[in-house]
């Protein structure tokens, strides 16, 4: 790795301390006061833009004749959207719906532009990327995006389509795919598609941050935005959730139903090939893990309750992917920790090269979600799309 882009990772990461308030020291304080006056205006921005659109000034939703269920959260990642969306997405389709799900394909290998010279060029379509037809996996992780290709790869049936711009996607999987449901994945601040139902995410062990918007903390717009949710999924609950954030989400969404539901991992797998193993793998052995993700404290309690001992632990940027020079310096560093197996999540396991070996066993933990607490909400939630109603809400 250069040096210049090594900074810039040290950069990165020691952003998102601040952001994340992981990072206590003085010039983590220090950069975070900097930060708070670009939160304020961020603040105002989102407003601003919130107050246009549902006053249809300046920008219009785009009507789609197609059921459309948002999926989002108020904040930057780690709240669990995909296994939600994959369950959401098994539930709707074992009901007969043929559902499309629409993803921006976040850090997934940009197209370019084909060059038109003249005068007056022609404007040129560029289709969505069909990541999955609902039969074939067509893209990889580096040109789908980790999560619409995680979403493809554990979903056959349903179809996944990348683009920034998911009105032209959405309208691509009516007229191509015939399909009668979209899903917006990480959608809640997409504004141009309105959604007919808005399922909203929070991660009950780290609900809204510091209460700041971005750059100074993780929120995406105000609190007071829960309004928007037409159900509330409080994932990570496996305790009962504080008062506190209950009293947060009456008062600004006195009636939505909140669903408590938890992560659960399922099997293990070994990365590159389709060999599982059951949840036993790792008892009393000596384990190394690493991760790329938004929280990554939630996989690391997981793989220590289950395993015999912890000897390595190595966390990156969420997204990161990852190269065969800095895999081999991580394993070895497991070996030489006195670790004998590596472990990581779903989500990074895409993300390494697929012709990688590793000097130890080498297995990504499969998760999936369960719901605890208003099975009978969620189920109803189902039945709603199904039935094809159209609840009443509100940008």
Same mark, same amino acid.
């Given at each position: ?24 020291? =003085? ?17 105002? $921005? ?24 948002? =999926? ?28 499309? $799900? ?80 979209? $899903? ?27 209460? #700041? ?47 408590? #539901? ?28 690493? #991760? ?89 939630? =189902? ?13």
């Amino acid at each position: 790795m250069s040096e210049s882009k090594s900074k810039w990772n040290a950069f990165e990461s020691f952003v998102e301390g601040v952001i994340y308030d992981r990072d206590l020291s =003085v010039s983590a304080r220090l950069f975070g006061l900097f930060l708070k006056p670009f939160s304020i205006l961020f603040s105002g $921005i989102v407003r601003l833009r919130l107050f246009l659109y549902r006053n249809q000034i300046f920008f219009k939703n785009k009507p789609l004749d197609c059921f459309v269920i948002v =999926v989002g959260n108020l904040t930057v990642g780690g709240t669990g959207k995909t296994p939600v969306v994959e369950r959401l997405t098994k539930e709707l389709m074992a009901k007969g719906r043929k559902v499309a $799900i629409l993803s921006r394909g976040y850090k997934s290998k940009e197209e370019k532009p084909k060059k038109r010279f003249g005068l007056f060029p022609e404007k040129v379509f560029y289709p969505p990327k069909i990541v999955s037809d609902g039969e074939n996996l067509l893209l990889n992780s580096e040109d789908a995006g980790d999560e619409p290709f995680m979403l493809a790869k554990n979903l056959r049936g349903a179809v996944v389509l990348a683009d920034k711009d998911r009105v032209k996607a959405g309208f691509y999987a009516i007229e191509k795919f015939n399909v009668d449901t979209l $899903i917006l994945d990480d959608g809640f601040q997409y504004l141009p598609i309105r959604g007919k139902m808005n399922l909203l995410l929070i991660d009950q062990t780290n609900p809204f941050g510091n209460r #700041c918007l971005l750059p100074r903390g993780i929120l995406r717009e105000p609190v007071r935005h829960l309004s928007r949710a037409s159900y509330v999924l409080l994932t990570k609950s496996d305790l009962d959730p504080e008062l506190e954030l209950l009293e947060t989400i009456r008062k600004y969404n006195p009636s939505v139903e909140i669903i408590r #539901c938890v992560h659960k991992p399922k099997y293990f797998q070994e990365v590159n090939t389709e060999v599982t193993h059951g949840m036993n793998l790792l008892f009393e052995s000596y384990v190394g893990v690493f #991760c790329g993700i938004a929280s990554p404290r939630g996989f690391e309690d997981i793989i220590q309750r289950m395993s015999g001992e912890l000897r390595f632990k190595k966390r990156f940027l969420d997204h990161h992917r990852y190269t065969h020079i800095e895999l081999d310096r991580l394993f070895l560093q497991a070996k030489n920790s006195g670790a004998d197996v590596m472990v990581t999540t779903e989500k990074d396991a895409v993300r390494i090269p697929h012709n990688y070996k590793p000097i130890i066993p080498f297995y990504y933990v499969r998760m999936e979600i369960e719901i605890i607490e208003g099975f009978d909400d969620f189920e109803a939630a =189902v039945d709603d799309i199904c039935s094809s109603k159209n609840p009443t809400i509100t940008l």
